[in-house]
């Protein structure tokens, strides 16, 4: 389903669209009602000649009831919003044997390591690249950002994801892909000037391709 949204392309992309359009239709529908009442009761009860005001003191069962509906549906959507936030960015939600990349964000652009053919950060055959994140599809990815001078968010709209990265604290950003092809990383916070060109391509590939994509780059970064 992608209607208003971008197609979705991640593990939890399904939960938040969801959301999104229960909340866009309840709203919705709240917005109809009161703003239709109240020009229905505009033109009800507009000024005549000979009509009077009169006092009423309330009516408690219905104030009870707009009160009580309204109450009950934005807790339903809290604790429904606040499981799915606990999925996607709750302390222990990084899957097991994620793939980790670092990631550092500057004015204006960003930076991603790649593990290499060993998979594992930190050793000889990891190797950068500048605006380029290439991953595979169907496996969970782990982003340890951090941002080298302003805050930074990592967003991929079809992914569903978005992430300020505050200098001096970072951010741990996790997801799984389940399409293939090219998609738009931006930067979501304005951080200068040059805010608007800060923008990078994430490649998604299949777990082949992936491989020898890998192959064919790390020999690039030994050279270094
Ligand atoms: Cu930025």
């Given at each position: 389903m992608s209607w208003i949204l971008p197609e979705g392309i991640s593990t939890f992309a399904a939960d938040i669209d969801l959301i999104y359009y229960w909340i866009l239709v309840i709203t919705g529908i709240v917005f109809v009602v009161v703003e239709g009442g109240l020009l229905w009761f505009v033109i009800k009860y507009r000024a005549r000649p000979g009509r009077k005001a009169y006092y009423i003191q309330g009516n408690t069962k219905a104030e009870i009831i707009w009160s009580a509906i309204p109450a009950v549906t934005v807790v339903f959507i809290g604790l429904w919003s606040a499981i799915i936030w606990d999925d996607i960015?709750?302390?222990?939600?990084?899957?097991?044997g994620s793939l980790a990349y670092d990631v550092r964000a500057e004015q204006f652009e960003w930076h991603f390591t790649h593990a290499g053919?060993?998979?594992?950060?930190?050793?000889?055959?990891d190797f950068q690249l500048r605006n380029q994140l290439h991953v595979p599809v169907n496996q969970p990815v782990v982003l340890n950002a951090t941002a080298e001078d302003v805050i930074h968010a990592f967003f991929v709209p079809a992914l569903r994801v978005k992430q300020d990265i505050v200098p001096g604290l970072g951010a741990v950003i996790w997801f799984e892909a389940t399409s293939t092809g090219e998609y738009e990383i931006a930067?979501?916070?304005?951080?200068?000037?040059g805010h608007y060109r800060m923008r990078a391509m994430l490649t998604i590939h299949t777990q082949e391709e992936y491989s020898q994509w890998l192959a064919s780059q790390s020999p690039v970064a030994t050279a270094e």
């Amino acid at each position: 389903m992608s209607w208003i949204l971008p197609e979705g392309i991640s593990t939890f992309a399904a939960d938040i669209d969801l959301i999104y359009y229960w909340i866009l239709v309840i709203t919705g529908i709240v917005f109809v009602v009161v703003e239709g009442g109240l020009l229905w009761f505009v033109i009800k009860y507009r000024a005549r000649p000979g009509r009077k005001a009169y006092y009423i003191q309330g009516n408690t069962k219905a104030e009870i009831i707009w009160s009580a509906i309204p109450a009950v549906t934005v807790v339903f959507i809290g604790l429904w919003s606040a499981i799915i936030w606990d999925d996607i960015k709750g302390r222990d939600s990084v899957p097991e044997g994620s793939l980790a990349y670092d990631v550092r964000a500057e004015q204006f652009e960003w930076h991603f390591t790649h593990a290499g053919v060993d998979g594992t950060l930190g050793t000889a055959d990891d190797f950068q690249l500048r605006n380029q994140l290439h991953v595979p599809v169907n496996q969970p990815v782990v982003l340890n950002a951090t941002a080298e001078d302003v805050i930074h968010a990592f967003f991929v709209p079809a992914l569903r994801v978005k992430q300020d990265i505050v200098p001096g604290l970072g951010a741990v950003i996790w997801f799984e892909a389940t399409s293939t092809g090219e998609y738009e990383i931006a930067c979501a916070e304005l951080c200068g000037m040059g805010h608007y060109r800060m923008r990078a391509m994430l490649t998604i590939h299949t777990q082949e391709e992936y491989s020898q994509w890998l192959a064919s780059q790390s020999p690039v970064a030994t050279a270094e």
